[in-house]
């Protein structure tokens, strides 16, 4: 097992949109003083990756329309937000408690179909991506081509989980990492075959770099370094639960 290292990239300015997210994070590695190495993991925050591509809206172009105003007064929430969670999704799944589940466009099951107004300013709210995969690789190759070492990006937002409390942080977009690893048909030292078994490593890599991050710190990207995994392109998309073998649908 090799030594894992986690090293948060700080100093990243607030985020603009048409900026390049990889030119941003060259220059807070030279600043860290960190060269990148074959098979280093970039991991990003969704909302700088949001701001760069425009998806932060002001609330008072919004117009509720009649189930955003019903779901609004039902769970207490501003009508605008609503109504940009019924755009950004496909279906409500639940809602109460001032919650609203959603299956998104994108194929996530979330709160509020990831639509924030944290560190976006007074009167806006940040959507998610359009699509997160792709880009992780657009950012993964303009790093790639400036450094000339093979990388792998993870973009990253905060979830919430069935039956536990609190949230972590996990994958919603990635390129050049495989998102799984099986071990089905390999045997534990007890000689039991597994079966089931594939970690989701790109959401482990999303939480341990979150613990470097953090909520208030101001530190949207973290380079993790030591993971084994396989290259690939399969995407976070290849994570996602089929509505027939999801229990909680």
Not at 72 to 77: F, I, L, P
Not at 153 to 179: H, K, L
Not at 198 to 218: H, I, N, Q, S, Y
């Amino acid at each position: 097992m090799s030594e894992l290292r986690v090293i948060p990239l700080k100093g990243i300015p607030e985020v603009r949109e048409g900026d390049s997210v990889a030119r941003h994070l060259s220059r807070a590695l030279s600043r860290a003083g960190v060269s990148l190495r074959d098979r280093d993991i970039l991991v990003v925050k969704q909302k700088v990756v949001s701001k760069s591509e425009g998806k932060v809206v002001r609330l008072d172009g919004v117009t509720p329309g009649p189930r955003a105003a019903e779901l609004a007064e039902a769970e207490g929430k501003d009508p605008r937000i609503v109504e940009l969670v019924l755009r950004e999704s496909v279906r409500v799944v639940r809602s109460g408690h001032g919650v609203i589940i959603t299956e998104t466009r994108h194929g996530f099951v979330c709160a509020n179909s990831g639509v924030d107004q944290s560190n976006v300013g007074e009167g806006r709210a940040c959507l998610l991506p359009s699509d997160s995969d792709a880009s992780a690789r657009r950012i993964r190759k303009a790093l790639e081509r400036s450094t000339g070492r093979r990388l792998a990006v993870v973009i990253t937002d905060t979830f919430g989980r069935p039956w536990r409390r609190g949230q972590t942080d996990v994958a919603i977009g990635c390129s050049g990492i495989d998102p799984l690893l099986s071990f089905r048909g390999r045997r534990d030292s007890f000689g039991y075959e597994l079966r089931v078994t594939e970690p989701a490593v790109v959401d482990e890599v999303a939480g341990a770099a979150e613990l470097v991050m953090g909520k208030l710190d101001m530190v949207p990207a973290a380079v993790v370094r030591g993971v084994r995994y396989r290259r690939g392109e399969g995407g976070v998309k290849s994570l996602l639960m089929s509505r027939e073998k999801d229990l909680f649908r």
